[in-house]
């Protein structure tokens, strides 16, 4: 399976922006799966996800912000981020774990102005 992520941009400070992940040559189904972040010299960390029990995850400073969904038959995970912050600038990836193995998708950029 590939994963291509599209949606970043630029938006001001309590703006919102629409992350999509598309997989392609394999099906997202139920598996584990979820976005991460990355500012440059610190470690990628998870933003939210869901987890192989299907139950979601959030990072606690995006929570009640960011919202995670996914659509099966579009085979599209999705990262809904409202009121966005000036510390949330940084290159969101997407993940999925098919068969015991992470599968990343390229980054999509995302940065907040003040």
């Known amino acids: 399976v590939q994963l291509q992520a599209f949606g970043g941009g630029l938006v001001q400070a309590g703006g919102s922006l629409r992350l999509s992940c598309l997989a392609s040559g394999g099906t997202i189904g139920y598996n584990a799966i979820g976005w991460y972040r990355q500012i440059p010299g610190k470690q990628r960390e998870l933003v939210a996800g869901?987890?192989?029990?299907?139950?979601?995850n959030y990072a606690d400073a995006v929570k009640g912000r960011f919202t995670v969904s996914r659509d099966i038959r579009k085979n599209t995970l999705y990262l809904q981020m409202n009121s966005l912050k000036p510390e949330d600038t940084a290159v969101y990836y997407c993940?999925?774990?098919?068969?015991?193995?992470?599968?990343w998708g390229q980054g999509t950029q995302v940065t907040v102005s003040s």
């Open positions: 993940k999925i774990v098919r068969l015991g193995r992470d599968v």
């Open positions: 869901f987890r192989s029990d299907r139950t979601t």
